[in-house]
T-cell receptor, first 117, second 109 residues
Framework: NAGVTQTPKFQVLKTGQSMTLQCAQDMNHNSMYWYRQDPGMGLRLIYYSASEGTTDKGEVPNGYNVSRLNKREFSLRLESAAPSQTSVYFC????????????????FGDGTRLSIL | TQLLEQSPQFLSIQEGENLTVYCNSSSVFSSLQWYRQEPGEGPVLLVTVVTGGEVKKLKRLTFQFGDARKDSSLHITAAQPGDTGLYLCAGPHGNQFYFGTGTSLTVIP
């Protein structure tokens, strides 16, 4: 059972470079999420997608774009990386067929550790 | 300030001791979840509480949702080294989903 797979696991960028973080889930979940995790701040929601073809801003969307390519895949793009975007990024998926942000668990990948110099 | 504040931020205890972790907000939540995260991995759901005053038990872990649905607590009885990890509360509010600031627990053998 792969669950949620994130690539790459580690990445170092220079300020101003762009990159895309990939996420895929094999649980047929309708909702997918991107979070960033910084020390002392828990996880903060960047963007989420409640269904294929829809995306919505989370708490901290500035500097990021997302694409829900199909039901399985949800990518996060940094167009011009900044040192403030150094963080650990987590993708998650959930069955929210009963409503957005339902009580169903979110299933997480193992994260992408991104450093921006 | 974040919508969900957890305390304490760090906790280091001896094996066999009891502990309580708190998750507080000034806002009402329809439900709250508790996750545990181990180094190098994503969070894993422990429990969901949905009714004010609800108490759920998971082996040595007891979760409580406040009557006003603004707070929750996690109590661990007789902590073991395997309980070591980052504990996070989380829940939906409006059209957003929020995680707490986290409590890092270390249980010393």
């Amino acid at each position: 059972n792969a669950g949620v797979t994130q690539t790459p696991k580690f990445q170092v960028l220079k300020t101003g470079q762009s990159m895309t973080l990939q996420c895929a889930q094999d649980m047929n979940h309708n909702s997918m999420y991107w979070y960033r995790q910084d020390p002392g701040m828990g996880l903060r929601l960047i963007y989420y997608s409640a269904s294929e073809g829809t995306t919505d801003k989370g708490e901290v969307p500035n500097g990021y774009n997302v694409s829900r390519l199909n039901k399985r895949e949800f990518s996060l793009r940094l167009e011009s990386a900044a040192p403030s975007q150094t963080s650990v990024y987590f993708c998650a998926s959930s069955d929210t067929s009963t409503g957005t942000h339902s009580n169903q668990p979110q299933h997480f990948g193992d994260g992408t550790r991104l450093s921006i110099l | 300030t974040q919508l969900l504040e957890q305390s304490p931020q760090f906790l280091s205890i001896q094996e066999g001791e009891n502990l309580t972790v708190y998750c507080n907000s000034s806002s009402v939540f329809s439900s709250l979840q508790w996750y545990r995260q181990e180094p190098g991995e994503g969070p894993v759901l422990l429990v969901t509480v949905v009714t004010g005053g609800e108490v759920k038990k998971l082996k040595r872990l007891t979760f409580q949702f406040g009557d006003a649905r603004k707070d929750s607590s996690l109590h661990i009885t007789a902590a073991q080294p395997g309980d070591t990890g980052l504990y996070l509360c989380a829940g939906p509010h409006g059209n957003q989903f929020y995680f707490g600031t986290g409590t890092s627990l270390t249980v010393i053998p």
